[in-house]
């Protein structure tokens, strides 16, 4: 029997946003999307919708959710006539731009003008005309701060929200405050997997509607013991499911950019060797490639390498992105090393890292499940079953238990949450944690004694960058070096540039060493952009000849260009110092410190191993650095905790009387602990001051 709904869409040939008639296209997908699980609960959607301000949805990964509901939503709710949008959240930039890129090819409209999405530092819309926009949750909270009740949309859509980003955590308290004052706004909590119970306790009184999973069975294989090295064991057991196993896809999850690019390259290599069996075709995933490089995932697999013989290979190399973010048919075999990269914040040392953590046994869980899509699949986990049982916790601690708080409660201040701490959070963070990020603001002159925003504390949150960096920019002004502070922290904002590809370190190394200066990273950070500025006409071979990123660089410039245009219209002048005089180095070290003040080290005269400052915890200079030698007082950009502790992308201080007179609160004697920068700031006094007597007795 023909389906009614595509019937009456057979019939109507003219599409409503457009006023064109639809495209063969347009009907070929429509047969697709009208077999996914979700298009059943169409009609109990609509109803929940119409009776219910918020409505819970959790549904498996690739039941549709994030593509079909908006879109049900925008048939309802008409949006294109009412001037109010929809818009739908993902914790994931591409996702974002790839579900937008998908949604405007089923709805048949352009993209970018009735469907688009927005990211930070890139907005993919058109005023007045669209009316479905996919967007970062960050993107969202920003635009909170300047519509706190965001007006602009009748419908919200909160996607992954099982993710628990920061983001997502934070907008889901503001929705329930913005609520009761927005009687007309709908919104919609979406999910792969729910905890349920949190769930429905939090939005009390809320209908829940399940989607069924339609997925087959896979089958788990563990490795029999622990790999010494999870790459390597990636490496051969893709080689190995390609040698003995039946046609279908293979999903590889690793860790990172770097890692993928790298394990794409020696696949091919291996892939290219292996002749008498089918093609096998490596595809990177993660979040900085571009778009349309995205779009690869969702290719057909290679073709056979003769008529009659079987059909290649694709094998997704990703990052967790592919964990529920993304759907990818066709995979039957998944490959799960256990590892993700964790932002990890240690309030007691205020550092924040990246790392390289073993995932939970939810996340496995999920990861599993992408191999059952289509037809059995089988899931090789590479780590034992005893592993999985007492290493890997149950579930992954939200964000909001294991970030750095800063942005997050300058955004809320900004949107004017009456009290912070009465929040109404999912799950409130570390008292600690909050302590911490208020204490912070306050040093940072964001916040003053009596813990209100101040002017400077408003400014900086209009920059979409870390208040660190926005401090920088503003402070610059008065250094009169806006034009260069304005490319570091542009070049301190994108994905690292530096390419170091493992048959070339040497050549890269070298390479990046040409743009070192004295002072350090941040200098040889604006070396690379002046020099890439300079060689834009010729730009992807430049990169090429000195292992740039191209993508990376060209964000850059991009990123540079908003921040520009948020200074201007603080009407801050875009003053540029030259490199001949004599405070170029001073003034940009200055700057630096006064948004990275709590980021400073210091040797230890006894041990000449660097201490942070405050915290007194040992940490080496990362092996990147250009710095020859080791100044005594650096300022650096990063953390990261691998085996050791280090510092990455550091600058040197020559005058370390500049962190008493930019940060006298933080750096008061007073309170400074012991270590070895208080023994310092000890002696200057002391040694100081017989020279102040004998000049007072001259006089
Ligand atoms: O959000 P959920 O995981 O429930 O599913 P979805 O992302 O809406 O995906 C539904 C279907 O659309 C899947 O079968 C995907 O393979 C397909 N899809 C696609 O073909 N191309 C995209 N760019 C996105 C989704
Ligand atoms: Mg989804």
């Not at 879109?71 to 996702?95: D, G, S, Y």
């Not at 006894?606 to 092996?623: A, F, P, Q, R």
Request: proline share 6%; hydrophobic share 35%.
């Amino acid at each position: 029997m023909e389906n009614p709904y595509l019937a009456h869409r057979k019939e109507s040939k003219e599409n409503p946003y457009t006023g064109k008639s639809y495209t063969e296209n347009y009907f070929k997908i429509l047969e697709k999307r009208e077999q996914l699980p979700v298009f059943q609960y169409k009609k109990d959607l609509l109803e929940a919708l119409r009776n219910n301000q918020v409505t819970l949805l959790v549904g498996e990964t690739g039941s549709g959710k994030t593509t079909q509901v908006p879109q049900f939503f925008v048939e309802e709710l008409k949006p294109h006539l009412k001037n109010k949008m929809i818009v739908c959240t993902q914790p994931r930039r591409v996702a974002a731009m790839s579900v937008a890129k998908r949604v405007a090819e089923e709805m048949d409209v352009e993209f970018g003008r009735e469907v688009g999405y927005t990211i930070r530092f890139d907005d993919f819309t058109t005023n007045n005309k669209t009316f479905l926009k996919y967007s970062t949750d960050g993107m969202l909270l920003r635009e909170a701060m300047f519509d706190p009740l965001l007006t602009k949309y009748s419908c919200i859509i909160l996607d992954e929200t099982h993710e628990r980003t920061c983001a997502t955590d934070i907008l889901m308290g503001l929705i329930k405050e913005i609520i009761p004052r927005r009687p007309d706004l709908r919104v919609l909590v979406m999910s792969a997997t729910l905890d349920t119970e949190r769930f429905l306790k939090y939005f009390e009184g809320s209908p829940l509607i399940k989607v069924p999973g339609r997925t087959f069975p896979v089958e788990i294989l563990y490795s029999e013991k622990p790999e010494l090295d999870y790459v390597d064991a990636a490496i051969r057991t893709v080689l190995q499911i390609h040698m003995k196993e039946d046609p279908g896809d293979i999903l590889l999850f690793l860790t990172g950019e770097e890692e993928i690019e790298d394990v794409c390259r020696k696949l091919s290599f291996r892939g290219n060797e292996m002749v008498d069996y089918p093609i096998l075709k490596p595809i990177p995933l993660y979040s900085s490639l571009p778009p349309n490089e995205q779009q690869r995932i969702f290719c057909d697999p290679p073709k056979p390498r003769e008529p009659g013989k079987p059909p290649g290979r694709k094998v997704i190399v990703s990052t967790n992105i592919a964990e529920t973010s993304l759907t990818i048919d066709g995979i039957v075999y998944v490959i799960d090393p256990g590892f993700c990269k964790q932002k990890i914040y240690n309030p007691r040392n205020r550092v924040e890292s990246l790392q390289v953590t073993p995932i939970s046994q939810a996340s496995a869980e999920q990861r599993a499940g992408r191999a059952g899509r289509t037809r059995p699949g089988k899931c090789y986990r590479l780590y034992t079953k005893e592993s999985y049982d007492t290493h890997l916790t149950k579930q992954t601690p939200p964000e909001m238990l294991r970030t750095n708080l800063t942005t997050v409660v300058l955004q809320l201040y900004r949107i004017g949450v009456a009290n912070i701490c009465k929040f109404h959070f999912m799950e409130p963070p570390a008292p600690e944690t909050m302590m911490r990020a208020l204490e912070i603001l306050n040093y940072m002159g964001a916040l003053d004694d009596e813990g209100d925003l101040t002017e400077l504390g408003k400014m900086m949150s209009d920059f979409p960058v870390d208040p660190q960096l926005a401090k920088v920019l503003i402070s610059s002004s008065k250094y009169k070096c806006v034009s260069q502070m304005l490319s570091i922290v542009s070049m301190l904002s994108i994905q690292n540039p530096f390419l170091r590809p493992a048959d070339k370190k040497k050549e890269a190394d070298r390479a990046r060493q040409a743009f070192a200066d004295v002072c350090g990273d941040h200098f040889l950070l604006l070396n690379v952009y002046d020099t890439y500025v300079k060689n834009q006409f010729d730009a992807k071979r430049w990169c090429r000849e000195n292992f740039l990123n191209p993508r990376a660089m060209a964000s850059a410039v991009r990123i540079r260009e908003q921040l520009e245009k948020i200074m201007k219209r603080f009407k801050f002048e875009i003053s540029e110092l030259s490199p001949l005089q004599k405070e170029f180095q001073n003034n940009i070290q200055k700057s630096l410190i006064s948004g990275f003040f709590m980021q400073v080290a210091c040797t230890n005269k006894s041990t000449g191993k660097y201490e942070i400052i405050k915290e007194n915890e040992k940490v080496d200079l990362h092996l990147s650095t250009c710095l020859q030698s080791k100044p005594t007082w650096v300022v650096f950009n990063e953390y990261i905790q691998t085996t050791t502790a280090s510092i990455r992308t550091v600058t040197e201080i020559s005058n370390y009387k500049w962190l008493l007179e930019i940060a006298p609160a933080y750096y008061d004697l007073d309170t400074l602990p012991a270590g070895a920068a208080r023994d310092y700031f000890i002696k200057e006094k002391y040694e100081n001051k017989p020279k102040a007597k004998k000049q007072k007795r001259h006089k």
